[in-house]
């Protein structure tokens, strides 16, 4: 079965950076774009790019462009995330999440847990 | 980008009972002349990642209850659970794949009355 895991909650101070995996199993990892999707407390979500796993290609939205990095490792089927200069306002649980065709614009069909991060000094 | 406008934000309906949530577009997102759009639906219980629900506005995932169905033209979509089960409780969100940035509206709660 797909499943999509992520690494556990973080702290960390406001300027530092945090950088969050997605281990992806159940399936053909380099055939389906992986997705980071965030949210805030009590709020809704809010897409931040998406990562080809096989092309390595990114696109990222452009309220995030120059601060995050998506990357991933085929020899273990697992994609990062990387956010740097991180501020207050960037604590959220941050969520991996599966584009469901293999090609072209689809939904998101798999979701992993969340990673909880929280920015405070 | 496309905004996403969900209403209401949050409603309270009886078990059994039919409950509509109302998602509208800010511009097209047709998919083709078959009337597919790209726009999913989700559901949201406390402490959970989302789970799909509906794609191609209408398309139900697999394992999705038919309690649950997804319809829509133009820029106006819905969702509708037509007996409201104790299990169904949770915010649901509307999101449209057809541009990028992907966006999502704000979500509604739904609740038991």
């Known amino acids: 079965q797909v499943q999509l895991v992520q690494s556990g909650a973080e702290v960390k101070k406001p300027g530092a950076s945090v950088k969050v995996s997605c281990k992806a199993s159940?399936?053909?990892?380099?055939?389906?774009?992986i997705n980071w999707v965030r949210q805030a407390p009590g709020q809704g979500l809010e897409w931040m790019g998406w990562?080809?796993?096989?092309?390595?290609?990114?696109?990222?939205a452009q309220k995030f462009q120059g601060r995050v990095t998506m990357t991933r490792d085929t020899s273990t089927n697992t994609a990062f995330m990387v956010l740097n200069s991180l501020t207050s306002e960037d604590t959220a649980v941050y969520y991996c999440?599966?584009?469901?065709?293999?090609f072209g614009k689809g939904s998101l069909d798999y979701w992993g847990q969340g990673t909880l991060v929280t920015v405070s000094s | 980008d496309i905004v996403m406008t969900q209403s209401p934000d949050s409603l309270a309906v009886s078990l059994g009972e039919r409950a509509t949530i109302n998602c509208k577009s800010s511009?097209?997102?047709?998919?083709?002349?078959?009337?597919?759009?790209?726009l999913a639906w989700y559901q949201q219980k406390p402490g959970q990642p989302p789970k799909l629900l509906i794609y191609?506005?209408?398309t139900r995932d697999s394992g999705v209850p038919d309690r649950f169905a997804g319809s829509g033209s133009g820029t106006d979509f819905t969702l509708t659970i037509s007996s409201l089960q104790a299990e169904d409780v949770a915010v649901y969100y509307c999101?449209?794949?057809?541009?990028?940035?992907?966006?999502f509206g704000q979500g509604t709660q739904v609740e038991i009355k």
């Open positions: 999440a599966r584009t469901s065709y293999s």
């Open positions: 159940g399936y053909t990892f380099t055939n389906y774009d």
């Open positions: 511009q097209s997102i047709l998919y083709n002349s078959h009337n597919n759009y790209y």
């Open positions: 999101q449209q794949y057809s541009n990028t940035p992907p966006t």
């Open positions: 990562m080809n796993p096989h092309s390595s290609a990114t696109g990222y």
């Open positions: 191609w506005a209408s």
